[in-house]
């Protein structure tokens, strides 16, 4: 028998109810449509047989210690699973088999110590995975390879010392890394710089033991320098170890004076302009740093340097930095590369301005609208009195065309009431019968003339 599109979400809810009664699920377990809550009750262990319809299963704040291979198979609808607070140390091999669809894994806050490379093989759907607040050390290098639909991973506070970088490079989903709060002294700073942006956009890593040393302090202000938001947003917690004493911390983003000596290479920011030949084009030196003690100076595109207060031929530089184009020619178009150096702090910054200089559209004549309206309206004044007064007319010379034989005038017709349904009486308008005109065709030979009225 078929059921109804109305009656099949009743029957899918018996069948699951059905389905947890057998199950044989703990005393305390919650059912709120496919979600499955075992939530605090004290277990030592994944119940053996689970409701197969389930989507979500909720065991946090329990006492489980290990996980069965195989604890989670033959649920096809299986997409999220959380098991913070509990007490796991290790995964068992195979701990995720046949779960290929699980999209959110949930292992924080337990006693997990090294990352292994077999935790998460079968997890090829993971979008988001919570490893925060537990006791790892180590992230095997392969651990996290696979995992192409991993959009956002969390290992803060935990124990890292490193963590491979590398092995994520190739991730093209990844937003997120937070390894915040760790005890990382030293960071591989070419493999960081080698991940996709977006990756370095969402990777944090304040609240570190990191030690204060050049190439470390480039790399975040460059990011502070990009607006990146795992720096901007936690700035007073990016700090460093002087001398890697762990009473000599600073805030490195507030006190810079320590790196006084490093060079921090900016990246280079770009501005796109035009401007017609024969006019002055002013070229603006836009920078990020501050101070009294900034020193600016432009390359030119033929190469020339450019110091205040310029060349006296085409070019001239004011103290703020900008630079002026008296007479832009086409020659003149290029890249112009504006340095700025603080001398006082040690940073440098640029910008390049290019430049398009093209010769100015002629101006088209203006469209008379007025001359063009008076002519119209002549046009068409000039069409309604040919209409009026040129309309063809019969020929005054041509034979009258004679009327059909009993044929009513059109004005008898329209003048004369409508007759009666009866053929006869003295109401009936009768049209006369009237002798047919035969007339004779001219001879081929000879021709007609009009003569003129007189």
Same mark, same amino acid.
């Given at each position: 028998?078929?059921?109804?599109?109305?009656?099949?979400?009743?029957?899918?809810?018996?069948?699951?109810?059905?389905?947890?009664?057998?199950?044989?699920?703990?005393?305390?377990?919650?059912?709120?449509?496919?979600?499955?809550?075992?939530?605090?009750?004290?277990?030592?262990?994944?119940?053996?047989?689970?409701?197969?319809?389930?989507?979500?299963?909720?065991?946090? !704040? $329990? /006492? *489980?210690?290990?996980?069965?291979?195989? &604890?989670?198979?033959?649920? @096809? +609808? #299986?997409? %999220?699973?959380? =098991?913070?607070?509990?007490?796991?140390?290790?995964?068992?091999?195979?701990?995720?088999?046949?779960?290929?669809?699980?999209?959110?894994?949930?292992?924080?806050?337990?006693?997990?110590?090294?990352?292994?490379?077999?935790?998460?093989?079968?997890?090829?759907?993971?979008?988001?995975?919570?490893?925060?607040?537990?006791?790892?050390?180590?992230?095997?290098?392969?651990?996290?390879?696979?995992?192409?639909?991993?959009?956002?991973?969390?290992?803060? !506070? $935990? /124990? *890292?010392?490193?963590?491979?970088?590398? &092995?994520?490079?190739?991730? @093209? +989903? #990844?937003? %997120?890394?937070? =390894?915040?709060?760790?005890?990382?002294?030293?960071?591989?700073?070419?493999?960081?710089?080698?991940?996709?942006?977006?990756?370095?956009?969402?990777?944090?890593?304040?609240?570190?033991?990191?030690?204060?040393?050049?190439?470390?302090?480039?790399?975040?202000?460059?990011?502070?320098?990009?607006?990146?938001?795992?720096?901007?947003?936690?700035?007073?917690?990016?700090?460093?170890?002087?001398?890697?004493?762990?009473?000599?911390?600073?805030?490195?983003?507030?006190?810079?004076?320590?790196?006084?000596?490093?060079?921090?290479?900016?990246?280079?920011?770009?501005?796109?302009?035009?401007?017609?030949?024969?006019?002055?084009?002013?070229?603006?030196?836009?920078?990020?740093?501050?101070?009294?003690?900034?020193?600016?100076?432009?390359?030119?595109?033929?190469?020339?340097?450019?110091?205040?207060?310029?060349?006296?031929?085409?070019?001239?530089?004011?103290?703020?930095?900008?630079?002026?184009?008296?007479?832009?020619?086409?020659?003149?178009?290029?890249?112009?590369?504006?340095?700025?150096?603080?001398?006082?702090?040690?940073?440098?910054?640029?910008?390049?301005?290019?430049?398009?200089?093209?010769?100015?559209?002629?101006?088209?004549?203006?469209?008379?609208?007025?001359?063009?309206?008076?002519?119209?309206?002549?046009?068409?004044?000039?069409?309604?009195?040919?209409?009026?007064?040129?309309?063809?007319?019969?020929?005054?010379?041509?034979?009258?065309?004679?009327?059909?034989?009993?044929?009513?005038?059109?004005?008898?017709?329209?003048?004369?009431?409508?007759?009666?349904?009866?053929?006869?009486?003295?109401?009936?308008?009768?049209?006369?019968?009237?002798?047919?005109?035969?007339?004779?065709?001219?001879?081929?030979?000879?021709?007609?003339?009009?003569?003129?009225?007189?």
């Amino acid at each position: 028998m078929l059921c109804t599109q109305g009656g099949a979400a009743p029957l899918m809810l018996s069948s699951f109810l059905l389905q947890l009664v057998r199950a044989n699920l703990p005393s305390g377990c919650l059912i709120a449509s496919d979600i499955l809550s075992c939530t605090n009750l004290g277990l030592n262990q994944v119940p053996a047989e689970l409701p197969r319809m389930v989507a979500t299963l909720d065991f946090n !704040h $329990n /006492r *489980l210690e290990r996980l069965e291979a195989g &604890s989670f198979a033959g649920l @096809p +609808n #299986l997409d %999220t699973i959380r =098991l913070a607070h509990n007490q796991l140390s290790r995964l068992t091999p195979g701990t995720f088999r046949n779960t290929s669809n699980i999209r959110h894994l949930d292992l924080s806050s337990n006693q997990l110590n090294i990352i292994e490379q077999h935790y998460f093989q079968e997890l090829v759907g993971i979008k988001e995975l919570l490893l925060y607040n537990n006791q790892i050390v180590r992230v095997e290098s392969k651990a996290l390879i696979g995992l192409s639909n991993l959009q956002k991973a969390y290992l803060s !506070h $935990n /124990r *890292l010392t490193d963590f491979p970088f590398f &092995s994520i490079q190739e991730h @093209p +989903n #990844l937003t %997120t890394l937070d =390894l915040s709060s760790n005890r990382m002294p030293n960071l591989p700073v070419k493999d960081i710089a080698a991940l996709k942006e977006k990756v370095q956009k969402g990777l944090f890593l304040h609240n570190n033991s990191l030690i204060c040393e050049c190439s470390m302090y480039s790399l975040f202000k460059q990011w502070e320098y990009r607006g990146f938001t795992a720096v901007t947003d936690f700035r007073e917690e990016h700090t460093c170890l002087l001398y890697g004493e762990q009473r000599a911390m600073v805030r490195f983003l507030k006190h810079i004076r320590y790196f006084e000596n490093c060079t921090v290479k900016l990246p280079t920011k770009r501005v796109s302009m035009e401007a017609d030949a024969g006019n002055s084009v002013m070229l603006d030196c836009i920078t990020s740093l501050k101070g009294k003690h900034l020193n600016y100076s432009w390359v030119s595109p033929s190469r020339e340097y450019i110091a205040p207060p310029g060349n006296s031929n085409t070019l001239r530089m004011y103290s703020n930095g900008s630079l002026e184009i008296l007479v832009a020619q086409e020659n003149d178009s290029g890249v112009y590369l504006c340095m700025v150096h603080n001398h006082q702090e040690s940073c440098n910054d640029s910008l390049e301005v290019n430049v398009t200089v093209q010769q100015p559209s002629q101006e088209k004549e203006p469209f008379n609208t007025g001359f063009t309206t008076l002519l119209g309206c002549v046009v068409s004044l000039v069409l309604v009195l040919m209409y009026l007064y040129l309309t063809p007319c019969r020929c005054w010379c041509l034979p009258a065309k004679p009327s059909p034989v009993n044929e009513c005038s059109a004005q008898s017709s329209i003048l004369t009431p409508t007759p009666p349904a009866t053929t006869e009486g003295p109401g009936r308008k009768m049209c006369e019968s009237r002798p047919a005109v035969t007339q004779q065709p001219l001879a081929p030979d000879i021709w007609t003339t009009c003569a003129s009225p007189q």
